[in-house]
């Protein structure tokens, strides 16, 4: 530990990568069922990106974030909102290249950067229906930094091939960030393994993978983070939802 970062958890660690990925004076939205990236969007805010903009799925724009909520759709992130944005309005931003960062979650992802939100089984003969598609297939191939999130990786998430493709795009290489490390999927070099997280080895990874993916041989080990950054999480989520939410 040094004088800059403090001990953390992997929760913590995992939503500081997500915050990580918002720059300021960009643009995030979040869909539904998304308490995790709302709390990376309140701790980016309230440390290096205070710019941002944020389209909440309730249908506000930049509603206060005072705390983290249980649930994404509750009403309070109304609060303190300078408009209401409809989803029709959301997606028309995303379709001009107006929204710059979403995070979409999935059932199963697959090394090409499919996802599955749709359906075990197939479309003809499902066998368990899982959330569904929301817009996804369509956002994640307008706005200009899709990130996948799976917080609690396993080889029934990271598959060889997703049962049903809910999302997918072939023209560029999305990152996934786990619980356990960072990839890159769907690249011309095939599935990547960016970054471990400091409490997981590769071969831990490699035994929760479902699909083979390259290791470079100087693997980077994904840094803490900082004492500020801690601090802004644990401000915002008083109950210590995160816990519950990350790993297990």
Avoid at 169 to 185: A, F, Q
Wanted: one cysteine or more; charged letters at 20%; a neutral charge.
């Amino acid at each position: 530990m040094t004088a800059t970062t403090v001990d953390a958890t992997p929760a913590e660690t995992v939503v500081s990568l997500l915050a990580r990925e918002i720059e300021d004076g960009s643009v995030v939205a979040t869909g539904v069922a998304s308490p995790l990236v709302i709390l990376a969007i309140a701790v980016a805010r309230a440390t290096h990106a205070p710019g941002l903009t944020y389209l909440a799925c309730v249908g506000s724009l930049d509603p206060e974030l005072p705390e983290l909520y249980p649930s994404s759709e509750d009403l309070r992130y109304l609060d303190g909102r300078s408009a209401e944005v409809s989803i029709a309005d959301l997606f028309d931003h995303a379709r001009r290249g107006r929204v710059d960062t979403v995070f979409f979650g999935a059932a199963e992802v697959d090394p090409a950067g499919r996802t599955n939100m749709t359906a075990s089984g197939s479309l003809d003969k499902p066998r368990t229906k899982f959330p569904g598609v929301a817009g996804a297939a369509t956002l994640r191939q307008w706005v200009k930094n899709p990130v996948l999130l799976v917080p609690r990786q396993s080889r029934r998430n990271l598959v060889p091939q997703v049962q049903v493709a809910t999302t997918r795009d072939p023209s560029r290489p999305v990152r996934l960030i786990s619980d356990l490390g960072t990839y890159e999927l769907g690249g011309p070099r095939g599935a990547r393994l960016l970054a471990r997280h400091p409490w997981a080895s590769v071969d831990g990874i490699s035994e929760r993978t479902g699909f083979e993916f390259a290791v470079p041989d100087a693997l980077p080990v994904t840094s803490l983070p900082d004492a500020r950054t801690v601090s802004a999480i644990r401000a915002l989520d008083p109950r210590n939802l995160r816990d519950a939410l990350v790993g297990g």
